[in-house]
């Protein structure tokens, strides 16, 4: 046999030993994690007390005049298909849209929202998008959006809104 042949089975000999114990590690590993529980989260209730700031995007393509420059605190109570909003204004919680918001939730997410109108004037809805983090974190995505359908479609002001981000930790149960 010629000295390159030899050498080229050589070669592919040990390329094919390594394959071989590269699977075996490889199926050995998969058995190993296939034996062990999969630590997956699991959702709590919704159900408690949360609060939280959001930090309003004053970049977005809203009403740069409706978007507070600093964050504000809000407090979201949840109690099965009851939801109560709170936002902290001059020091105290004041409630938003009383018996107006709604939950919707699903697995480890859920929507607050509410909707509410003066039919000739103005339609307002609030939307908090939140999903668990731990037991006892939820991050939030915040959107408001407010129609003066009583404005001329040219003003500014006829369509504006404001949206943000942040955490609402449980307060209590």
């Given at each position: 046999?010629?000295?390159?042949v030899?050498?080229k089975?050589?070669?592919?000999?040990?390329?094919?030993?390594?394959?071989?114990?590269?699977?075996?590690?490889a199926?050995?590993?998969?058995d190993?994690a296939?034996?062990?529980?999969?630590?997956?989260?699991?959702?709590?209730p919704?159900?408690?007390?949360?609060?939280?700031s959001?930090?309003?995007?004053?970049?977005?393509?809203?009403?740069?005049?409706?978007?507070?420059l600093?964050?504000?605190?809000?407090?979201?109570?949840?109690?099965?298909?009851?939801?109560?909003?709170?936002?902290?204004?001059?020091?105290?919680?004041?409630?938003?849209?009383?018996?107006?918001?709604?939950?919707?939730?699903?697995?480890?997410?859920?929507?607050?929202?509410?909707t509410?109108?003066?039919?000739?004037?103005?339609?307002?809805?609030?939307?908090?998008?939140?999903?668990?983090?731990?037991?006892?974190?939820?991050?939030?995505?915040?959107?408001?959006?407010?129609?003066?359908?009583?404005?001329?479609?040219?003003?500014?002001?006829?369509?504006?809104?404001?949206?943000?981000?942040?955490e609402?930790?449980?307060?209590?149960?």
């Amino acid at each position: 046999m010629n000295l390159r042949v030899l050498a080229k089975t050589l070669i592919l000999c040990a390329a094919l030993s390594v394959s071989w114990i590269l699977l075996a590690d490889a199926e050995s590993i998969a058995d190993s994690a296939a034996s062990q529980p999969r630590k997956v989260y699991q959702p709590i209730p919704f159900d408690g007390v949360w609060e939280g700031s959001i930090d309003f995007d004053r970049e977005a393509y809203l009403a740069p005049q409706s978007t507070p420059l600093e964050g504000k605190i809000f407090r979201i109570e949840i109690h099965g298909a009851v939801v109560r909003v709170f936002q902290k204004v001059n020091g105290s919680m004041e409630e938003i849209k009383p018996g107006a918001f709604h939950i919707a939730p699903v697995f480890a997410s859920a929507v607050v929202f509410a909707t509410d109108s003066d039919p000739d004037n103005w339609v307002e809805t609030w939307v908090f998008v939140v999903s668990q983090k731990d037991g006892q974190t939820l991050r939030a995505e915040y959107s408001r959006l407010v129609n003066n359908v009583g404005v001329p479609r040219d003003d500014p002001q006829s369509i504006f809104g404001t949206r943000g981000t942040g955490e609402f930790w449980r307060v209590t149960q």
